[in-house]
């Protein structure tokens, strides 16, 4: 599966990331586009979802790889993906909920 490179995070998302894989251990990302949920990206402990063929990777962050499914990544391609943290509950099935924060992802354009 190639690896796209086109998703980044504020540091703020990425020392999240730190504290739940040191709590949960190895984490996925997914963002399905579907309603509700599927329209953020969720956290996940790694091996609670089945990655497949329709999932691209849009690369890394700070080791968690982040997958979209290929339909929502057709509305996506053409922007640069910022993941960040927002105050709110999100997912239920997202690890970060019991927080109070939710990630978020905020896009735009590429140049």
């Keep these: 599966m190639e690896t796209l ?5 504020t540091e703020t998302a990425k020392a999240l990331i730190r504290d739940l894989k040191a709590e949960h251990g190895p984490l ?4 399905s586009g579907g309603c509700c949920d599927g329209s953020s990206p969720m956290c996940l402990k790694e091996g609670t979802m089945m990655i497949g ?3 691209v990777k849009l690369g890394e962050v700070e080791g968690v790889p ?7 990544y057709e509305y996506w391609k053409h922007t640069r993906l910022t993941l960040d943290v927002v105050e709110g509950i999100g997912g239920m099935f ?5 927080r109070g924060v939710r990630f978020h992802i905020r896009s735009e354009p590429i140049k």
């Design 5 to 9: 490179n086109a998703v980044d995070a």
């Design 28 to 31: 996925i990302f997914h963002q």
């Design 53 to 55: 063929a329709a999932d």
């Design 66 to 72: 982040f997958y979209m499914h290929n339909r929502q």
């Design 94 to 98: 997202s690890v970060e909920g019991p």
